[in-house]
């Protein structure tokens, strides 16, 4: 057991921080989403020429190849500097990874590049209406005509579609077979008129998500990603890299609300309050043991290259206590947390959206229940 | 980085878990709480091991292994929920070697890693195994002292865990140095996170067996999602245990925090796991045969010897507090 950083990820961590120090991200515009995101591209394109845009992924592919362990540094440190995450999150995290396991050559050299630079922005087509946590049952379907597919359907929770050039898409090619078998994955063309990109107004008054509306959209044959038919497989690498990385970011930032809370109580003198010390005090032992836990999922990776259940009940914990350190915040500070527009009352109901983004509670515990402890298919 | 047991740790865990296995099931727990006696060849066998002086020097007649092994071994202690004075015995003969003088090494290291003498490990109010111990590791707060039993007061305290034994302690010792309190909580959640692992295999055998509606119980998710609970409370508690164990020996500075989370996490998640075992088996868990019971009330015990959960949280405020203070004042 050891704790410690190594001499070279400390070194890692180092060099990161004296880059993000001279180089600090700056606030973000309040003007509109679209400025907001413009921003974190222009932050991803300077994080690119430091050589920082992506860290994980191999030399080869233009990265440094970090450990897994230096990659949690990188977005720890992102968060603890309040930088943003990258505009391209979800190519850096999800597509390239994909494309680098399932890829062809050609489909390597055409689309790994522009990911890291931000100049081409990727969204992620799984989710349906009908289509949530049973994923498999999705309905889009793609209809082989020469050698292109047509594609017909919708696609809902698509985040930053709005700014995407590439959609990881995961449609039906073959109604005959079982539900996860007919299924492919396509890289496809957002700037096609065939593609109508509705953003989803959220609960927030902002919009990350949208719907896709697809009527016959056409994508190559050589945007098949992983063969016919084995889009299951594919999806799987995709959903597996959801949460890597991102989780040691969303962390750093709850501790950083978590001592803005603590700060907060501190000066209405609320902190000789005994109820509410002993809710900091349990939000402080649920942040740290998220922390401690997600470090332990690191270690289980690294060493027997299997996750380990960590990774799931470190979602969990995280979004259930930002939800209930943002409900404190909202109880401490009173009408001030609730006014519109303020960062506290966006944190309140953001949060919302933590314990259902990404897996829901009710899916993650699920899958603890069959795959970690083994028990019987839910009923 | 590297937060997990190493290859030596995990041959310890083995072995200690297939030997409580095969030497103190839950018949024997039965039968030595129903008699109010510990089971003596069980303490034989660990004393033959060496394992009551894991954490002590060599030149102390100990293993010279540290707090990280202490705690393996007692996590599979607590799985088997064994009778035996074990946990006061190593906890205190560590915590003497880290945090004790030389004069009181030298007079109770080589009795208690040779398991000649016992130690008695709490709180004047609840401490266990004083009363037949050589000498008494009590804490008040955060400060801790060193009794000799011939000094103090021992009255016996009878409580709900007949699978060990408790009583009341008055008289003043000498102080032991920093980090000792650290050091007991730590050892005593590591104990809880055994005792709620137990709890959990016990509790997904039963409902992967039972069958209502003619499916296994364990099918329906407000069954299988309280399993999940439970392995929750289980992994958070054994993230803070291994953390404090860890700092013990190799970063005091982190200790005061981590034992606080440990100790946190480990009485509130032994009280919710084991309840939840209990729930969980229906109406069979309620029963003296069902075994679950000698887990919840151990659970409870260790959860007050280790001073509740509000206390270590109002410590983790006050942490917190002074750690987002810092992190707000201007920098340099």
């Given at each position: 057991?050891?704790?410690?950083?190594?001499?070279?990820?400390?070194?890692?961590?180092?060099?990161?921080?004296?880059?993000?120090?001279?180089?600090p991200?700056?606030e973000p515009?309040?003007?509109?989403?679209?400025?907001?995101?413009?921003?974190?591209?222009?932050?991803?394109?300077?994080?690119?020429?430091?050589g920082?845009?992506?860290?994980?992924?191999?030399?080869?592919?233009?990265?440094?190849?970090?450990?897994?362990?230096?990659?949690?540094?990188?977005?720890?440190?992102?968060?603890?500097?309040?930088?943003?995450?990258?505009?391209?999150?979800?190519?850096?995290?999800?597509?390239?990874?994909?494309?680098?396991?399932?890829?062809?050559?050609?489909?390597?050299?055409?689309?790994?590049?522009?990911?890291?630079?931000?100049?081409?922005?990727?969204?992620?087509?799984?989710?349906?209406?009908?289509?949530?946590?049973?994923?498999?049952?999705?309905?889009?379907?793609?209809?082989?005509?020469?050698?292109?597919?047509?594609?017909?359907?919708?696609?809902?929770?698509?985040?930053?579609?709005?700014?995407?050039?590439?959609?990881?898409?995961?449609?039906?090619?073959?109604?005959?077979?079982?539900?996860?078998?007919?299924?492919t994955?396509?890289?496809?063309?957002?700037?096609?008129?065939?593609?109508?990109?509705?953003?989803?107004?959220?609960?927030?008054?902002?919009?990350?998500?949208?719907?896709?509306?697809?009527?016959?959209a056409?994508?190559?044959d050589?945007n098949?990603?992983?063969?016919?038919?084995?889009?299951?497989?594919?999806?799987?690498?995709?959903?597996?890299?959801?949460?890597?990385?991102?989780?040691?970011f969303?962390?750093?930032?709850?501790?950083?609300?978590?001592?803005?809370?603590?700060?907060?109580?501190?000066?209405?003198?609320?902190?000789?309050?005994?109820?509410?010390?002993?809710?900091?005090?349990?939000l402080?032992?649920?942040?740290?043991?998220?922390?401690l836990?997600?470090?332990?999922?690191?270690?289980?990776?690294?060493?027997?290259?299997?996750?380990?259940?960590?990774?799931?009940?470190?979602?969990?914990?995280?979004?259930?206590?930002?939800?209930?350190?943002?409900?404190?915040?909202?109880?401490?500070?009173?009408?001030?947390?609730?006014q519109?527009?303020?960062?506290?009352?966006?944190e309140?109901?953001?949060?919302?959206?933590?314990?259902?983004?990404?897996?829901?509670?009710?899916?993650?515990?699920?899958?603890?229940?069959?795959?970690?402890?083994?028990?019987?298919?839910?009923? | 980085?590297?937060?997990?047991?190493?290859?030596?740790?995990?041959?310890?865990?083995?072995?200690?878990?297939?030997?409580?296995?095969?030497?103190?099931?839950?018949?024997?727990?039965?039968?030595?709480?129903?008699?109010?006696?510990?089971?003596?060849?069980?303490w034989?066998?660990?004393?033959?091991?060496?394992?009551?002086?894991i954490?002590?020097?060599?030149?102390?007649?100990?293993?010279?292994?540290?707090?990280?092994?202490?705690?393996?071994?007692?996590?599979?202690?607590?799985?088997?929920?064994?009778?035996?004075?074990?946990?006061?015995?190593?906890?205190?003969?560590?915590?003497?070697?880290?945090?004790?003088?030389?004069?009181?090494?030298?007079?109770?290291?080589?009795?208690?890693?040779?398991?000649?003498?016992t130690?008695g490990?709490?709180?004047?109010?609840?401490?266990?195994?004083?009363?037949?111990?050589?000498?008494?590791?009590?804490l008040?707060?955060?400060?801790?002292?060193?009794?000799?039993?011939?000094?103090?007061?021992?009255e016996?305290?009878?409580?709900?865990d007949?699978?060990?034994?408790?009583?009341?302690?008055?008289?003043?010792?000498?102080?032991?140095?920093?980090?000792?309190?650290?050091?007991?909580?730590?050892?005593?959640?590591?104990?809880?996170?055994?005792?709620?692992?137990?709890?959990?295999?016990?509790?997904?055998?039963?409902?992967?067996?039972r069958?209502?509606?003619g499916?296994?119980?364990?099918?329906?998710?407000?069954?299988?999602?309280?399993?999940?609970?439970?392995?929750?409370?289980?992994?958070?508690?054994?993230?803070?245990?291994?953390?404090?164990?860890?700092?013990?020996?190799?970063?005091?500075?982190?200790?005061?925090?981590?034992?606080?989370?440990?100790?946190?996490?480990?009485?509130?998640?032994?009280?919710?796991?084991?309840?939840?075992?209990?729930?969980?088996?229906?109406?069979?868990?309620?029963?003296?045969?069902?075994?679950?019971?000698?887990l919840?009330?151990?659970?409870?015990?260790?959860?007050?010897?280790?001073?509740?959960?509000r206390?270590h949280?109002?410590?983790?405020?006050?942490?917190?507090?002074?750690?987002?203070?810092?992190?707000?004042?201007?920098?340099?």
């Open positions: 057991m050891d704790l410690t950083f190594t001499d070279k990820e400390t070194a890692f961590r180092d060099e990161l921080r004296a880059w993000l120090a001279d180089n991200a700056g515009p309040e003007n509109s989403d679209g400025e907001a995101y413009e921003w974190r591209r222009q932050w991803q394109r300077r994080l690119a020429d430091g920082w845009a992506s860290v994980h992924w191999p030399v080869e592919y233009g990265g440094r190849g970090a450990t897994l362990t230096e990659s949690a540094i990188f977005f720890e440190e992102l968060a603890r500097a309040q930088a943003p995450l990258p505009a391209n999150v979800l190519g850096l995290l999800l597509a390239g990874p994909t494309i680098m396991v399932w890829g062809t050559d050609e489909q390597k050299d055409r689309f790994l590049a522009p990911m890291v630079t931000a100049e081409e922005i990727w969204c992620q087509g799984f989710s349906e209406p009908e289509a949530g946590s049973d994923l498999a049952s999705l309905k889009t379907r793609a209809v082989k005509d020469g050698d292109e597919w047509v594609v017909t359907g919708q696609k809902v929770w698509t985040s930053g579609a709005q700014y995407s050039k590439w959609c990881m898409l995961v449609a039906r090619t073959d109604t005959e077979v079982p539900k996860h078998k007919g299924l994955y396509f890289l496809m063309d957002m700037e096609q008129d065939e593609i109508q990109v509705r953003p989803l107004r959220q609960m927030t008054g902002e919009s990350e998500f949208n719907e896709l509306f697809i009527e016959g056409r994508i190559p050589e098949v990603l992983g063969g016919v038919g084995n889009g299951w497989k594919v999806a799987l690498t995709t959903l597996m890299n959801e949460r890597a990385g991102l989780g040691f969303l962390q750093v930032r709850l501790r950083q609300l978590l001592d803005q809370v603590l700060a907060e109580a501190d000066r209405r003198g609320l902190l000789e309050d005994p109820v509410v010390a002993d809710k900091l005090g349990e402080h032992l649920k942040a740290e043991i998220i922390r836990t997600a470090y332990r999922g690191l270690t289980q990776i690294e060493r027997y290259g299997q996750p380990g259940p960590e990774g799931s009940l470190v979602k969990w914990m995280w979004s259930e206590t930002n939800q209930q350190l943002t409900q404190l915040a909202a109880d401490l500070l009173g009408p001030e947390a609730l519109a527009g303020t960062p506290w009352a966006y309140l109901l953001r949060a919302r959206g933590n314990t259902i983004e990404g897996g829901t509670t009710e899916v993650l515990k699920n899958i603890v229940a069959e795959r970690v402890l083994g028990l019987p298919k839910a009923r | 980085m590297h937060f997990d047991l190493n290859d030596e740790q995990k041959e310890i865990k083995r072995v200690a878990h297939d030997l409580l296995a095969a030497r103190s099931p839950f018949a024997k727990v039965r039968e030595a709480a129903e008699a109010a006696r510990y089971d003596e060849a069980l034989n066998e660990l004393v033959e091991l060496g394992w009551p002086g954490a002590v020097s060599a030149k102390h007649g100990g293993q010279d292994l540290g707090a990280v092994e202490l705690s393996v071994l007692l996590e599979e202690l607590g799985y088997a929920c064994a009778a035996s004075p074990f946990l006061s015995s190593a906890t205190a003969a560590a915590v003497i070697e880290a945090a004790g003088s030389p004069d009181q090494q030298q007079r109770w290291l080589p009795g208690l890693a040779s398991g000649e003498i130690a490990l709490g709180t004047p109010e609840l401490a266990a195994d004083a009363e037949d111990a050589g000498v008494i590791v009590l008040d707060d955060d400060d801790a002292q060193l009794l000799d039993r011939d000094e103090a007061d021992v016996p305290f009878v409580s709900i007949a699978t060990r034994r408790f009583a009341t302690v008055s008289g003043s010792g000498e102080p032991l140095g920093a980090g000792a309190a650290e050091r007991v909580r730590t050892a005593i959640a590591a104990e809880l996170v055994g005792v709620c692992q137990r709890a959990l295999d016990m509790t997904l055998e039963y409902v992967k067996d069958k209502q509606f499916v296994p119980v364990g099918s329906f998710q407000a069954v299988s999602h309280r399993c999940a609970q439970m392995l929750r409370d289980t992994e958070s508690a054994r993230s803070g245990v291994y953390y404090a164990a860890w700092a013990a020996d190799a970063d005091p500075d982190r200790l005061p925090e981590a034992a606080a989370l440990a100790a946190a996490a480990a009485a509130e998640g032994g009280r919710e796991v084991t309840a939840s075992a209990i729930q969980a088996h229906g109406g069979i868990g309620f029963t003296w045969e069902a075994d679950v019971h000698w919840y009330k151990r659970a409870q015990l260790d959860a007050s010897l280790i001073g509740g959960s206390r949280r109002a410590a983790l405020t006050r942490i917190g507090a002074s750690r987002a203070a810092r992190a707000a004042a201007p920098a340099g």
